[in-house]
Structures are given as C-alpha cells and as structure tokens.
C-alpha cells in the first residue's frame, strides 16, 4: 500500500507509490491489530463469562419477579375496578343464581352482543338491560313482577310495580306479556273532554283499572284530599273548586295563567310545557284551551291519576320525582311546579331538592318559565333554604309573592306559601 495524500486545491486526491519501508510498517500493524483481537476474544471466552451470565441471570430473574407483582397488581384493581362497576349498575350485583329469582328476570338481565360487532359510532359491543340500582334491595318483589306467563294476560300486579318505582327500582325490566285490557268506552272527544271525559250517562268506572285502590268509583273519589294540590281535583263539575283554578283567584298567591302567559310572549312564547306532580291535570287543560301542549307527571297514587288525565285528552307521564326526566336538554317553554317537588320533607336534606331542580333547569329552554305555583314553605328555613337554591340559578323574578294562605284541607289553620314566576337567563 502507499501513503495517500490530499490535495484540498483543487479538489482531486493523489496517491503515492509505496515503498518497501511502508509495507513492512504496515504489515507489523496488522500483526499487532489480529494479536490484540486473539486476547480479547480469549478474555470473553474464559471462565469470567460464565460469571457474567450467572450475574446477567440473577438480575433477569429479580426484574421477572418485579414484572410479575405488577402485573398481579394490575389484574387485582381491574377485578376491584369490575366490581365497582358491577356495584354501580346494580343489575349486575342481582345475584341471578338465588332460586326465588324469576327466570324471565335472567332473560332479560342477559347481555346481548351486537350482531356487526363494535358500532363505530358509539363505540358499543353490547345492548345492557336498563334496571334501577335499588331493584336489587327489592329483589324478592322484583322477581314476583317478572314471575308470569310467556305470551299471556300479565298478572293483575301493576300497585306491584308502582311499589317497586316508589322505592327506586326504576326503570323497571320489560315484560313479554299482554297488560289488561281496560275497555274505553264512553269518551268524550277532545276538547269536550277536558272537562267532561265521559258521555252523559257513563261513570267511566270500567275505563280504570282499580286493583289495589281504595276507591273503586269516581264517585268515591270526589271530595277525597288526595294531597295538597288535589282536594276535591276528580269533581270538574262547573263553578266548583277545580273548574276555576288558573282562571280565578283566592289569594295574591294565586297567579292567572293568562297573566303567565303574557310573561312569556317576549320571548317566543308558550308552545310546550311540563307540569311536575299535576294531579289530575287541570293545567294541562287550562293550557290546551290556550293551545299549548302540556305533558303531566304523575303516579297512581291512592288514584288513577295517569287514567283520568288520559280520559281528559291529555298526556300523563308515568314516573317519580327521583327519575331524570326523559327529555333533552332546553326543551321546553314553560315548567309548572307546586309542593309537589317537595322532595326533602321532614329533616331531609336540601341536596335533594337540587339535584331535582337541575333537572328542571336542564330541560328548561333559555328565557323559559319556571312557575312555581303555592310551594308550601312548612318553616322559615324551609322558605330561606329554597331562596337561596333558587338566586344559586340566577333566574330572573317576574313575579315572587310569598304570603299566608289558608290550609285547602278544612283545617282553618294558615300556611306560608311562595309563587314565583322566573325566567331561566341565557349562560355562557
């Protein structure tokens, strides 16, 4: 080989002819190079190797066991996590394998894999029956609502699953048989059935059906105090108590509905309301009068509320109070609301009442109405306590009126009360 050397001029390199001298240099380089190489292989090779690879191995093995404990810890808090999520739903924690649970409860509490697989828009692998948490603190009862006869008449049982929502289990299951017939004969049609449901001649005792209520007859219900806002509620008799609410006043706490009405003209209008525990739904026909649509939420409690306003050519929504209402968001116009969103009662907790007036709010439009029609304040606290939650939702007053009104039961005894009419602002 020859010397290089490079010329950075031009740019060219130039190589020299070698010399007899360089070779032999180069040749004792190379000699040097392979001789360090031999030593260096022999060094690995020799018994020290056998020393690293046990050392190599021991520290392997203490990082396995490492892995191995958190891997154990990993598939430990997805099985705590599992059943926190299982405890959460509550269908999952009904223990299906008791021998009282009906089977048709195990039918329905199956999951049921999606026939194309994952939906790419939801990201679901699944349909999950929905059952209310507490079905599971009421299991017995539940399973006798689902012990019945594939593709028959169900049971007479419907006071069964009233007990079972009052209590929470809500949603209930669905069912795979045929609900009693009641036959709805002599109704009137709409409008006249706002306030005559039936026919002259027909008591429309046989369009309800009347098991577990302690009247069997409309007739028995007249003059019965129901609650609060339902004394006397079933007699739409002309001039009486019913037939006059929203059109005429007894107190200042009263407010015309008309008088609502014109509050809300500013702001698109009334065209859709809801009315929360509406008794046997005389707002609602004030309001279909007026040609807003109204829906009622009632129960059958002590009555066959959802029947009598259905009668009425009304729409009676079947569920309590501590169910989220099935609405979307921003929805409705108006809200009408008495006492009977009193859900904390006696040394309750005001936590209660907001997680209901939330919802209201959620499915309140903005610039809707929030009426809240005679609430019975039973203390000074009670009222202070419903103050403050109310300005917490910086609704606007237009119109706060709170006063003694004489107890509706008899009783000669007078009560606080508060009206208000608000008007939910726009947020940011």
């Known amino acids: 080989m020859g010397s290089v050397s490079l010329k950075i001029g031009d740019g060219t390199a130039r190589f020299k002819k070698a010399t007899l001298c360089s070779s032999a240099v180069n040749i004792v380089m190379i000699f040097s190079v392979i001789t360090t190489n031999l030593f260096a292989l022999y060094a690995f090779t020799s018994s020290p190797k056998h020393t690293q690879i046990l050392h190599n191995n021991k520290n392997i093995s203490i990082i396995s066991e490492q892995v191995s404990i958190i891997l154990r810890e990993i598939n430990l808090s997805q099985k705590k996590l599992a059943q926190m999520e ?17 089977n048709e409860l195990k039918m329905f ?65 669905r069912r795979r048989c045929f609900s009693k017939t009641v036959s709805k004969v002599g109704l009137n049609p709409f409008p006249n059935s706002l306030w005559n449901p039936f026919v002259v001649g027909s008591s429309g005792n046989k369009s309800v059906n009347w098991s577990g209520l302690n009247c069997k007859s409309f007739e028995c219900l007249k003059g019965k105090k129901l609650s609060k806002e339902c004394i006397d509620c079933f007699d739409l008799v002309k001039n009486g108590n019913e037939n006059q609410r929203f059109v005429k006043v007894k107190s200042k706490n009263d407010f015309l509905v008309d008088d609502v009405l014109d509050l809300g003209s500013s702001n698109g209008g009334v065209r859709i309301g809801f009315d929360i525990g509406g008794g046997s739904g005389t707002f609602a026909a004030r309001m279909a009068e ?37 609405f979307y968001d921003n929805v409705f116009d108006l809200i009408h609301a008495s006492s009977a969103i009193d859900v904390v009662g006696v040394g309750g907790k005001i936590e209660k009442l907001e997680f209901l007036m939330f919802d209201i709010d959620r499915v309140l439009r903005a610039g809707g109405l929030l009426w809240i029609d005679n609430f019975y304040c039973a203390n000074e606290e009670k009222k ?45």
Request: proline share 6%; glycine share 6%; aromatic share 8%.
């Open 86 to 102: 299982k405890e959460l739903l509550g269908y999952e924690s009904i223990d299906l394998s008791r021998p009282n649970i009906a």
């Open 109 to 173: 509490l199956q999951h049921h894999q999606l026939p194309l697989g994952k939906d790419s828009r939801t990201g679901i692998t699944e349909m999950v029956p929905s059952v209310g948490h507490l079905c599971e603190k009421n299991s017995d009862l539940l399973s006798q609502y689902m012990s019945y006869k594939i593709n028959a008449p169900c049971n007479d049982d419907w006071s069964v699953a009233q007990k079972l929502i009052v209590k929470g289990c809500e949603p209930l299951p």
């Open 290 to 326: 007026r040609n807003v649509t109204v829906i009622t939420s009632t129960l059958n409690v002590d009555a066959p509320f959802s029947e009598f306003i259905a009668a009425r050519g009304l729409f009676p929504l079947y569920l309590s109070l501590d169910h989220r209402f099935p």
């Open 384 to 428: 202070q306590a419903l103050t403050r939650l109310i300005e917490k939702f910086g609704y606007k007053k237009l119109k706060w009126v709170v006063g003694e009104k004489v107890d509706s039961s008899g009783s000669g005894k007078s009560e606080v009360v508060l009206s208000a009419v608000l008007q939910k602002p726009v947020r940011a």
